[in-house]
């Protein structure tokens, strides 16, 4: 017998084949099972998706008194949830915002979009108020005097380094180890562990980013706050379950009978409306994303401009490279016993003499996922990745201005640490990138020479100077809620399939019919959605209850998605305007399945997820910012179709 713990997450990838491989009963314990196409534990186990063998509801043991319930404060920051908008800053503010976004040309960004937030911009106070907002509301022990042990879920380590630097700056009455980082960067990070899961030590207020998500039993733990976006419903069940364990007498004398969920990124609003949430595709490594880009390289140097002496030689240093790697390929490994038709046909140099499109696309899904780590530093690999991807933009003839400022951004860096000797012995190539239009002038060759001499220096740049912009525009609390938990709450769960399945088996009604067709909505058509769902199917309140602040029609299209013609329609104008090449083509398809099957577009930030990544990022793809705005119109045409007129 094989047994698999935490099943919905250790039965994939490179794992399941230890599954496939041996012949025995299996069997798999977990909270959260999956049941999307490509993750789907109960397909695994032969099971019919939703219906485990055993299954013991989290209402259920809330109920028996083994585990507590919860409480969530959902609390809208606006830069959290609507981005940085120029317009918007006070005049001292806007000083600082040009100073810091415009490029050399003077250009200027309208705006800052809210997925940046806690990943490359830093707002000092939009942190503050989130700290504020815990330390105000949280739940406290000792007669007031003490916050509950509190679990803070951060976005990286810098996210968790900037929280901790401001609550030291807000709160600096406290003992040093009141708020400790809890992360893989951080030393003797179980020894802190150890301590946060006693009550009698510190720290009282864990900044964590992964560790503490699954996996930790705390009892003690009265606050769970979410300051990033999980996408995963399992996940986000797994991270609830942190403080769902029970307490004698920690409050007070009294048992803990509550714990809070600060939610200042609008996740339970985003499980409303998206019951089984958006899983994230497989994550690309860093060798396998280098292996593919450098294909892509090959792919295009075939081409009749690039067969100067000079590209021909990098040409073959490439496919020498490429040719090394598969061939490096461990042929015994299960995983690459079942490539090895494909591995077979690139053994030699001369296999990439001639390839297709098609050709790349078929090593990119059976060869680049098995390549082998190199065992470079990993700043040296990221700098690789950065050059190779401005080369393919060059030999795509698009542009990488952003990738460009990177390399200036880095070179600047490096500068201040002259008195390092190998960073003193490339002074004239630093000085350079930094002083004048080397890179504009820079040919493929030129960037080969920047990246070979300076990435083995990347790693002397401290990495929170890498790339971040700390800023301090004063953010506004827009909203703050508290809810019940409703995990008892069968008449929702009710009212919920009550919808669901009226409306895919109406969708001839005029006003459903409009949505799925992409017609905009009537205010006659907005009162028809209200008699439906707010008096046939049940209230007002359950709605409220169920969705939150979802608008009719952006639910109903949700359910009943968008008509394959409709979206043809939409986006029809945009493709025969347009010029695409073939890596543009496949994002549009990538926009136009999501739509399809999703209604609408609401979050961007999926942009910058696979599969819409899988040919390169939106600035690789679309050097004409003119042509992803026109595509984003489109986009927002059709989600305006889903409201009111």
Same mark, same amino acid.
């Given at each position: 017998?094989?047994?698999?713990?935490?099943?919905?997450?250790? !039965?994939?990838?490179? =794992?399941?084949?230890?599954?496939t /491989? $041996?012949?025995?009963?299996l069997v798999?314990?977990t909270?959260?099972?999956k049941d &999307?196409?490509?993750?789907?534990t109960? +397909?695994?186990?032969?099971?019919?998706?939703g219906?485990?063998?055993?299954?013991?509801?989290?209402?259920?043991?809330?109920?028996d008194? /083994?585990?507590?319930d919860f409480?969530?404060?959902?609390?809208?920051?606006k830069?959290m949830? #609507?981005?940085?908008t =120029?317009?918007?800053?006070?005049?001292? &503010?806007?000083?600082?915002?040009?100073?810091?976004?415009?490029?050399?040309? +003077?250009?200027?960004?309208? @705006?800052?979009d809210?997925?940046?937030?806690?990943?490359?911009?830093?707002?000092?106070?939009t942190?503050?108020?989130?700290l504020?907002?815990?330390?105000?509301?949280?739940?406290?022990v000792?007669?007031?005097?003490?916050i509950g042990?509190?679990?803070?879920?951060?976005?990286?380590?810098?996210?968790?380094?900037k929280?901790?630097?401001?609550?030291n700056?807000?709160?600096?009455?406290?003992?040093?180890?009141?708020v400790?980082?809890?992360?893989?960067?951080?030393?003797?990070?179980?020894?802190?562990?150890?301590?946060?899961?006693?009550?009698?030590?510190?720290?009282?207020?864990?900044?964590?980013?992964?560790?503490?998500? *699954?996996g930790?039993?705390?009892?003690?733990?009265?606050?769970l706050?979410? $300051?990033? #976006?999980?996408?995963?419903?399992?996940?986000?069940?797994?991270?609830?379950?942190?403080? *769902?364990?029970?307490?004698?007498?920690?409050?007070?004398?009294?048992d803990?009978?509550?714990f809070?969920i600060?939610?200042?990124?609008?996740? $339970?609003?985003?499980f409303r409306?998206?019951?089984?949430g958006?899983?994230?595709? *497989?994550?690309s490594?860093?060798q396998?994303?280098?292996?593919n880009?450098?294909?892509?390289?090959?792919?295009?140097?075939?081409e009749?401009?690039?067969?100067?002496?000079?590209?021909k030689?990098?040409?073959?240093e490439?496919?020498?490279?490429?040719?090394?790697q598969?061939?490096?390929?461990?042929?015994?490994?299960f995983?690459v016993?079942?490539?090895?038709?494909?591995?077979?046909?690139y053994?030699?140099?001369?296999?990439f003499d001639?390839?297709?499109?098609?050709n790349?696309l078929?090593?990119?899904e059976?060869?680049?996922?098995?390549?082998?780590?190199?065992?470079?530093d990993?700043?040296?690999?990221?700098?690789?990745?950065?050059?190779y991807?401005?080369?393919?933009?060059m030999? @795509?003839?698009?542009?990488?201005k952003?990738?460009?400022?990177?390399?200036?951004?880095?070179a600047?860096?490096?500068? #201040?640490?002259?008195?390092?000797?190998v960073?003193?012995q490339?002074?004239?190539?630093?000085?350079?990138?930094i002083?004048?239009?080397?890179?504009?002038?820079?040919?493929?060759?030129? /960037?080969?020479?920047i990246r070979?001499?300076?990435?083995?220096?990347?790693?002397?740049?401290?990495?929170r100077?890498?790339?971040r /912009?700390?800023?301090?525009?004063?953010?506004?609390?827009?909203?703050m809620?508290?809810k019940e938990?409703?995990?008892?709450n069968?008449?929702?769960?009710?009212?919920?399939?009550?919808?669901?399945?009226y409306?895919?088996?109406?969708?001839?009604?005029?006003?459903?019919a409009?949505?799925?067709?992409?017609?905009?909505?009537?205010?006659?058509?907005?009162?028809?959605?209200?008699? !439906?769902?707010w008096?046939e199917l049940?209230? #007002?309140?359950?709605y409220?209850?169920?969705?939150g602040?979802?608008?009719l029609?952006?639910?109903?299209?949700?359910?009943?998605?968008?008509?394959?013609?409709?979206?043809?329609?939409?986006?029809?104008?945009?493709?025969?305007?347009?010029e695409?090449?073939?890596?543009?083509?496949?994002?549009?398809?990538?926009?136009?399945?999501?739509?399809?099957?999703?209604?609408m577009?609401?979050?961007?930030?999926?942009?910058?997820?696979?599969?819409?990544?899988?040919?390169?990022?939106?600035? &690789?793809l679309?050097?004409d910012?003119?042509? $992803? !705005?026109?595509?984003?119109t489109?986009?927002?045409?059709?989600?305006?179709?889903?409201?009111?007129?």
């Amino acid at each position: 017998m094989t047994q698999a713990d935490e099943a919905h997450r250790s !039965i994939y990838n490179k =794992y399941k084949d230890i599954f496939t /491989y $041996f012949d025995a009963l299996l069997v798999g314990l977990t909270a959260t099972p999956k049941d &999307e196409i490509d993750k789907n534990t109960y +397909g695994i186990f032969d099971l019919e998706s939703g219906v485990p063998t055993y299954g013991y509801e989290l209402s259920q043991a809330v109920q028996d008194g /083994y585990l507590v319930d919860f409480v969530s404060i959902e609390t809208e920051l606006k830069f959290m949830s #609507k981005g940085i908008t =120029y317009e918007d800053l006070s005049p001292e &503010e806007q000083e600082e915002y040009e100073s810091t976004f415009a490029d050399e040309d +003077g250009n200027l960004p309208a @705006s800052i979009d809210s997925s940046a937030l806690n990943e490359w911009i830093f707002n000092n106070d939009t942190i503050k108020k989130a700290l504020h907002i815990l330390m105000q509301h949280g739940q406290r022990v000792e007669f007031g005097e003490k916050i509950g042990k509190t679990i803070i879920f951060a976005k990286n380590h810098n996210h968790a380094e900037k929280i901790l630097e401001v609550w030291n700056r807000e709160f600096p009455n406290y003992s040093n180890h009141y708020v400790r980082v809890i992360d893989n960067y951080t030393n003797y990070a179980q020894s802190i562990i150890d301590d946060f899961s006693d009550k009698n030590k510190m720290p009282q207020i864990a900044i964590s980013v992964d560790m503490l998500d *699954t996996g930790i039993d705390v009892p003690e733990i009265l606050n769970l706050v979410f $300051f990033k #976006k999980v996408m995963s419903r399992a996940k986000f069940w797994q991270m609830i379950g942190r403080g *769902t364990r029970t307490c004698e007498g920690l409050i007070d004398g009294g048992d803990k009978r509550l714990f809070y969920i600060f939610d200042l990124c609008r996740n $339970f609003e985003f499980f409303r409306l998206h019951v089984k949430g958006r899983e994230a595709g *497989t994550v690309s490594t860093l060798q396998e994303r280098m292996f593919n880009i450098k294909l892509e390289m090959v792919y295009k140097l075939q081409e009749l401009p690039y067969q100067t002496e000079a590209l021909k030689a990098y040409r073959r240093e490439l496919v020498q490279d490429l040719a090394a790697q598969i061939k490096a390929l461990p042929r015994d490994n299960f995983a690459v016993k079942q490539h090895l038709r494909m591995i077979d046909k690139y053994q030699s140099e001369d296999d990439f003499d001639t390839l297709t499109y098609e050709n790349t696309l078929q090593i990119a899904e059976h060869i680049a996922p098995l390549v082998l780590p190199t065992g470079d530093d990993i700043s040296a690999a990221r700098f690789d990745m950065l050059v190779y991807q401005i080369e393919l933009a060059m030999l @795509s003839e698009k542009s990488c201005k952003r990738a460009k400022n990177d390399v200036v951004h880095k070179a600047t860096e490096l500068s #201040k640490y002259g008195t390092i000797q190998v960073i003193a012995q490339q002074q004239e190539l630093i000085e350079q990138i930094i002083h004048n239009d080397y890179l504009d002038r820079a040919g493929i060759s030129d /960037y080969e020479d920047i990246r070979l001499k300076l990435r083995d220096l990347i790693k002397f740049i401290p990495e929170r100077d890498r790339v971040r /912009y700390d800023t301090d525009f004063t953010d506004d609390v827009l909203s703050m809620e508290w809810k019940e938990s409703q995990l008892n709450n069968d008449d929702l769960a009710n009212y919920k399939k009550k919808v669901n399945y009226y409306i895919l088996q109406h969708q001839d009604i005029p006003a459903i019919a409009k949505l799925k067709g992409n017609q905009p909505l009537t205010s006659e058509d907005i009162r028809s959605l209200e008699r !439906i769902l707010w008096n046939e199917l049940g209230t #007002k309140e359950q709605y409220d209850a169920q969705y939150g602040k979802a608008p009719l029609g952006e639910l109903v299209r949700s359910i009943v998605g968008l008509s394959q013609k409709a979206a043809n329609e939409a986006f029809s104008r945009f493709l025969n305007d347009a010029e695409l090449d073939s890596r543009q083509m496949y994002f549009v398809r990538q926009v136009v399945n999501y739509i399809v099957k999703n209604g609408m577009m609401k979050d961007l930030s999926v942009l910058q997820e696979s599969p819409f990544t899988d040919m390169g990022s939106i600035s &690789e793809l679309f050097g004409d910012v003119a042509m $992803f !705005i026109n595509l984003r119109t489109v986009i927002e045409g059709i989600n305006r179709n889903a409201q009111a007129a």
